[in-house]
Structures are given as structure tokens and as C-alpha cells.
């Protein structure tokens, strides 16, 4: 579980905004644009439905749950149904809950490659300061009402061996994401919807908590 949301938080949301983007009249300006109007974010709260189809299976895999980011550092990830789950990224460490067996770990992130570079693009991401993420990626403009942008990793990569390409689709106001849709080398498609978002609201205290969390009011 922890391996593959790692990989989706630093594929989906790290590859949101790279800035070397080639034959993409009008993307530039666009990133610029979105910069601007996410510079004063300080906090973010907001639901999300995650469906995974996979090639073996016949149903989707559907995950219901609650993002929590607060500034300068703070990070959390609530999977509320089927099953719970959670992991905090807070002051250089993370902690891990397993609600099926009650159990959490912790550890620092410096000492953890992976979970350092996520809590690092999250960071840059919600700050607007696209210029230091990775440049691992092609971006181009599909829409622009709804604006919607696509990511293909390059081909020297490591991602390109799994991932085909990543869409995101952005809210009206571009303070935030709508929906991201990830489309694996393997057929397997993972879609994520995001709603009822509240910026630079005050996050309850159990957000950052491991444990069993109620849903955002």
C-alpha cells in the first residue's frame, strides 16, 4: 500500500507543472497563470474517490477518502473506505497507520529516498514554485475550459517503463485540481476526483493524526 501510493503521489502530482515543454504553444503562459493564482495557498483540505481499473480484474477498486496540506510542511493522506488507512508527512517524519491491524510506523524522511523526494514535490507543488520540479516529462494543452493538461515521461526516465501518460484537470478559478487520471504501460487506469475543497480554512487537529478520521464538514 505505502509503495503504491508513494508512486502515485510523486507520478500524479509531481509531474502536474514541469517547465521544459516542448511544442506546447500557450503552455508556458498557462503554468505561469496557475502559479499565480495558487502563490497564496497556505492550506488545503479536500475529498477524493480513487478508482483503479485493472487489466485482471473486472471491477474497479474504488477508495474514498481526505487530503489535508498546510504550509510550510505538512502533509496527510486518509483513505477512509473500504478500507482505513493513513500517512502523515510532518516535520521531516511520517508516520504510517494500518487501521486492519492498528499499527503505526514512523520514521524519518531523510532517511527514506522516496517518501523524501513525494513530501519535496508536494511542497513545490502547493507553493506554486514549479521551477524546481522535476523535468522528467512532455506537457501539453488539451483544453483549456475545463483546463486540462497531459504528462508523458520521457523516455530515459524510470517512470516511462509503467507509465503512459498522466492527465490532470484543473477547477475554473486553476487554485485547484479537479481530477487526475493516470494510464499505466499495463492497461491499468487510475482515475481520481477531487471534491469539496476548502483552502486556507483551519485544519482539524486530527488531520494530522494516525487513526480512524471523520469526514471533511
Same mark, same amino acid.
Given at each position: ?7 502515485l503521489?510523486?507520478?500524479? #502530482?509531481?509531474?502536474? &507543472? ?10 508556458? @503562459? ?8 495558487m =502563490?497564496?495557498?497556505?492550506?488545503v ?9 485493472? =487489466?485482471?480484474?473486472?471491477?474497479p ?23 482505513e488507512y493513513?500517512?502523515?508527512m ?9 487501521? @486492519?491491524?492498528? &499499527?503505526?510506523? @514512523? ?14 514535490? #508536494? ?10 520540479l ?6 501539453? #494543452?488539451? +483544453?483549456?475550459?475545463? #483546463? ?8 530515459? +526516465? ?5 507509465? =503512459?501518460? &498522466? ?22 487506469l ?14 482539524? =487537529? ?12
Amino acid at each position: 500500500m505505502l509503495k503504491f501510493l508513494m508512486m502515485l503521489l510523486i507520478l500524479s #502530482l509531481g509531474c502536474i &507543472v514541469p517547465l521544459q515543454v516542448q511544442g506546447a504553444d500557450g503552455v508556458t @503562459e498557462v503554468l505561469e497563470n496557475i502559479t499565480q493564482q495558487m =502563490a497564496d495557498l497556505k492550506s488545503v483540505q479536500v475529498d477524493f474517490v480513487q478508482e483503479k481499473k485493472m =487489466a485482471i480484474f473486472s471491477a474497479p477498486i474504488v477508495l474514498r477518502g481526505m487530503l489535508s496540506w498546510e504550509r510550510p510542511d505538512s502533509f496527510a493522506w486518509h483513505i477512509i473506505s473500504p478500507i482505513e488507512y493513513a500517512i502523515i508527512m510532518r516535520q521531516g517524519v511520517a508516520r504510517q497507520w494500518d487501521g @486492519e491491524h492498528n &499499527v503505526v510506523q @514512523e520514521f524519518k524522511m531523510s532517511s527514506n529516498p522516496i517518501m523524501r523526494v513525494a513530501s519535496q514535490q #508536494l511542497q513545490r507543488w502547493f507553493s506554486g514554485n514549479y521551477e524546481k520540479l522535476a523535468t522528467e516529462y512532455d506537457v501539453s #494543452l488539451i +483544453s483549456r475550459q475545463p #483546463l486540462i493538461l497531459t504528462c508523458v515521461p520521457h523516455k530515459d +526516465s524510470p517512470e516511462f517503463e509503467f507509465i =503512459a501518460r &498522466v492527465s490532470i484537470q484543473f477547477r475554473e478559478d486553476l487554485r485547484y485540481i479537479n481530477k487526475i487520471t493516470i494510464e499505466e504501460v499495463s492497461g491499468d487506469l487510475t482515475n481520481i476526483q477531487f471534491e469539496n475543497s476548502r483552502l486556507n480554512e483551519t485544519i482539524p =487537529a486530527d488531520a494530522w493524526r494516525t487513526g480512524p478520521v471523520r469526514p471533511h464538514a
